[in-house]
């Protein structure tokens, strides 16, 4: 565990979450990871938390895919559910649920603050166009605490995801 003082005091600082910063400043994006006062696991915590609009949280949904065994991420938009069906002819491959072991091996992140960037090991990703409807968009950190916004063409170029439709 790293640390870092905040008004003097000592407070852990994830891992996780200095990925994520890092990993936005080697993109060339400044941004101010925000630090909830609230859980933000789910995009209503989120929506809550950052006082924006539940669509404004970029969510990110994992799958397996069953004929390559990788992870693969869907960046969705707060409100929307990603259809299967959809999400596997847009991978390429059959999709399966992807569990929490095969995401913190791939990610390097737990379920409830998966970050769309700083990932241990690359994966391919897919961005719901809905989020690019808005000038800024939030998404997760690396912790269930942290959020930080971002415009949605910024969030797709680092992340180098592709606009798909695959939700219902």
Known sequence: MCWTSTLG???PT???LKRVKAALEAAGITVDVMEMGELTKTAHQAADAA?????????????????????VLFLTA????????????VAGEPLGKADA?????????????????????????????????????YAAAGTPRHIFPINPDE?????NAQTADFTS
Do not use: M, W, Y
Not at 53 to 65: N, P, R
């Open 9 to 11: 005091k000592d407070v």
């Open 14 to 16: 994830s891992k996780s």
């Open 51 to 71: 006082g924006c609009h539940l669509d404004q949280i970029a969510k990110s949904v994992i799958f397996q895919g069953l004929d390559s065994g990788d992870a």
């Open 78 to 89: 707060g409100g929307n559910t990603v259809d299967a069906d959809k999400a596997s002819r």
């Open 101 to 137: 072991a095969l995401i913190r091996k791939q990610t390097g992140f737990a379920i409830g603050g998966v970050s769309p960037v700083g990932h241990l090991n690359p994966i391919r990703a897919f961005s719901d166009p809905r989020l690019a409807e808005f000038d800024v968009i």
């Open 155 to 159: 969030l797709l170029r680092i992340s």
